[in-house]
């Protein structure tokens, strides 16, 4: 199941597992990454806390947390090569996976079909 | 993801524009839409911040290639003496400036400062001499009160004249001599910082041979009505790419350059900023027009002297930039910061992030190393010479 938020960042839910990263959307807006730092395994955040940051030549943003629970992995490719979240921001540039600590957040977040409203609302803006 | 929480300068989208502040748009507008660009607002002005390569790509390209930049917001002016004797109207200049403008020979370009009386930088300023005439640039944010200024100071001896209707273009990198000689071959013949009034497709242009990137190139001043034919002309050449004002930041980092708002303000004097190199002898103590320029007792001293703070090159040890108003320590533990990053990024051509900031008594550190904090962890950065890449100017 693929879950949004309205920070452009993408989740999939597999199980009680959540793999997120950032949006096709996103990426594009960024530009080409330069550097990636991601959270520490084992480390528990709320919702909404800074989990990681994604830097582009310019400018240097926060990625949030999107739901609370644990920081089970990180993917190490992203910050041997960060143009991986360029280039395939939905696949291979995933960002960390987090253990769901409670599930009623997940339910809330947006749907695919949702977020490509979100989108069009912004690219006509 | 929130875009941009911490993002220095130009970063702003367009929708965030306070309505009923009119943005005022360059000639070449309507090219920058056709190629793609994505506008930002900038010191009044709608420009392009990058096109959809990107400003990585960009970055790359004008090292590789040659890069076109719309600089049209810049300020331009003319000088004249109002008697004709161009020399009054140096000797006006040498007033406000601490460079040697007498002996600026026609057919020559010079880096100034327009400093202040407490030795500060009110801007920096490209300032050329054609014939009878003064040709000065000026930085786009800072041009109105640089006009009232210079008339202020001026105007007895000199008339001052603003060229509204100019566009100002650079062309930047190790092709672009090749392709502006295409349209005008007489350009082969400059070397760094000659300046000509040139003829390029039927347009009266004044061409440099300067630029903001460390690279070669040229700086072409050009009628406004001209600057679209021109860029398209030029454009045509696949050498060359339309470049934004986020790779043109990334360059000058790279090339060790002054940003007038970052490195450079009211409070910075030359000597803090590591440009005495622009104040010649002639100016100096000693010098047979020494001083007679705003803020030159205490600029003499601190040539005399040094000064209390130096903008320095840094090299962060890790793969994070350490970004604008970073605050610099001299150990890991330490609370009293002993500078600031006044420009800090990812160096596309360094591969590897770099800064520029000020640091108190950077000669007394150990191991010529500065920390900074990012993300609450205190990070080493390495005291560098500036630039960063070597410069290829045609000198």
Not at chain 1, 8 to 23: F, P, Q
Not at chain 2, 5 to 19: I, N, Y
Request: proline share 5%.
């Amino acid at each position: 199941m693929l879950k949004f938020t309205q920070d452009h960042e993408w989740l999939l839910i597999e199980g009680d597992s959540a793999t997120i990263g950032i949006t096709q959307y996103a990426q594009e807006q960024l530009g080409d990454l330069v550097f990636v730092e991601l959270p520490k395994p084992g480390r528990s955040v709320d919702a909404g806390a800074a989990a990681a940051v994604v830097e582009s030549v310019k400018a240097a943003s926060d990625v949030y947390a999107p739901i609370a629970g644990e920081i089970v992995e990180i993917n190490q490719s992203v910050v041997d090569e960060p143009s991986l979240v360029n280039s395939d921001p939905m696949g291979k540039g995933w960002l960390f996976k987090m253990k769901i600590a409670d599930r009623s957040q997940v339910e809330a977040l947006m749907d695919e079909q949702a977020y490509h409203a979100v989108i069009d609302k912004a690219a006509s803006a | 993801m929130r875009h941009g929480t911490r993002s220095c300068c130009v970063g702003a989208d367009m929708s965030e524009v306070v309505a009923g502040e009119r943005l005022k748009r360059t000639p070449l507008h309507q090219l920058h839409l056709d190629l793609g660009a994505r506008m930002v607002p900038f010191a009044g002005y709608e420009m392009p911040v990058q096109y959809p390569n990107g400003i990585l790509k960009e970055h790359l390209h004008v090292r590789a290639a040659a890069g076109l930049f719309d600089v049209s917001h810049m300020g331009q002016f003319e000088i004249r003496s109002r008697n004709g004797d161009s020399e009054d109207a140096a000797r006006a200049l040498e007033s406000i400036v601490p460079m040697d403008i007498l002996g600026l020979a026609s057919g020559r370009q010079r880096y100034a400062l327009l400093t202040n009386e407490d030795g500060g930088v009110r801007d920096d300023l490209m300032i050329a001499r054609l014939g009878e005439r003064f040709l000065i640039v000026a930085n786009a944010a800072c041009k109105d009160a640089d006009e009232a200024y210079l008339r202020q100071t001026m105007s007895r001896a000199c008339t001052i004249e603003r060229l509204e209707d100019r566009a100002l273009l650079a062309l930047q990198g190790p092709r672009a001599e090749a392709a502006l000689a295409r349209l005008a071959p007489e350009v082969r013949s400059m070397r760094f910082m000659d300046l000509r009034a040139v003829e390029v497709m039927n347009a009266a242009c004044t061409v440099s041979r300067s630029g903001y990137t460390g690279e070669d190139g040229f700086e072409i001043s050009l009628p406004a009505s001209h600057a679209e034919a021109v860029a398209q002309a030029l454009l045509e050449n696949s050498d060359v790419a339309m470049i934004g004002l986020g790779a043109r930041d990334s360059l000058r980092l790279e090339a060790g350059l002054c940003l007038y708002g970052s490195e450079l303000d009211v409070t910075t004097t030359p000597v803090e900023a590591a440009l005495e190199w622009s104040i010649q002898k002639v100016r100096r103590a000693g010098g047979s027009r020494e001083g007679n320029f705003p803020g030159a007792p205490k600029i003499l001293h601190q040539l005399a002297n040094g000064a209390p703070r130096r903008r320095v090159g840094l090299r962060p040890e890790g793969r994070a930039p350490i970004r604008r108003g970073a605050e610099l320590f001299s150990d890991q533990d330490t609370a009293d910061a002993i500078g600031v990053i006044t420009s800090g990024g990812y160096g596309p051509s360094v591969n590897a992030p770099v800064a520029m900031g000020y640091v108190a008594r950077a000669g007394e550190l150990t191991g010529g190393r500065v920390y900074a904090d990012l993300r609450g962890t205190r990070v080493p950065l390495r005291l560098s010479g500036l630039p960063f890449i070597p410069t290829t100017y045609k000198r």
